[in-house]
């Protein structure tokens, strides 16, 4: 039910549901070989190849992977911030500097992240990158994203707009997840692009 431009959080638990349950379902091996195919989509990106500085993640269990595509930026000589997840669900920032760069933190039952292990930046850190790439579960064509619930990237997001940042917002699905449309909150705000394994879509 729609209230104000204002879907009810239950429609996007729903959908939060069947996405996940088909990422669960992933063999292992698909799920690496859509990691290699991400990064070189990705790396086609003009944006990315003219990024000073990219805000970036680690993807987690059967997330599309990242790790490719973050060695091959900082082989680049991109800077590659990482996120740290603070107890407010907000986040901090981090420089990764490779894989030695990560250390494994576990936020009390969730399930154990990969951090950056160096100084922290700053929540506003994020400010400063040209692109942010953002994790989600699914994509719309007016480039409306869904999130896991959490909050925490709405609040990059926010921050970006306060700012009048002007990073461009790309984020990283599985080709099966650019459906035909996400629910939408009154907070959430539309991507630029997103990038599959199988290439890259403009969203308007």
Do not use: C, F, I, Q
């Not at 104000?4 to 996007?12: A, F, L, N, T, W």
Request: without cysteine.
């Amino acid at each position: 039910m729609e209230h104000d431009g204002r879907v009810d959080e239950p429609d996007k638990r729903t959908l939060r549901r069947g996405l996940l349950a088909m990422r669960n379902g992933l063999p292992d091996d698909d799920v690496r070989e859509s990691g290699r195919a991400l990064a070189a989509r990705a790396l086609e990106l003009p944006e990315l190849a003219g990024a000073r500085t990219v805000a970036a993640y680690v993807s987690v269990g059967t997330e599309p992977g990242t790790g490719a595509l973050l060695d091959a930026l900082r082989a680049r000589g991109t800077r590659v911030l990482l996120p740290a997840l603070l107890a407010d669900n907000d986040l901090d920032w981090g420089e990764y500097t490779g894989p030695g760069s990560l250390t494994e933190v576990r936020h009390g039952t969730k399930m154990a992240l990969l951090e950056p292990s160096g100084p922290r930046l700053g929540p506003d850190a994020v400010t400063g990158a040209d692109v942010v790439l953002l994790p989600g579960l699914a994509v719309d064509a007016r480039g409306m994203r869904l999130g896991r619930g959490g909050g925490s990237y709405d609040r990059v997001l926010a921050r970006l707009e306060r700012a009048g940042a002007r990073a461009r917002l790309v984020v990283l699905l599985y080709d099966t997840e650019v459906v035909a449309r996400v629910p939408v909150e009154g907070h959430d705000r539309p991507v630029h692009a997103v990038v599959t394994p199988s290439g890259v879509r403009r969203l308007t």
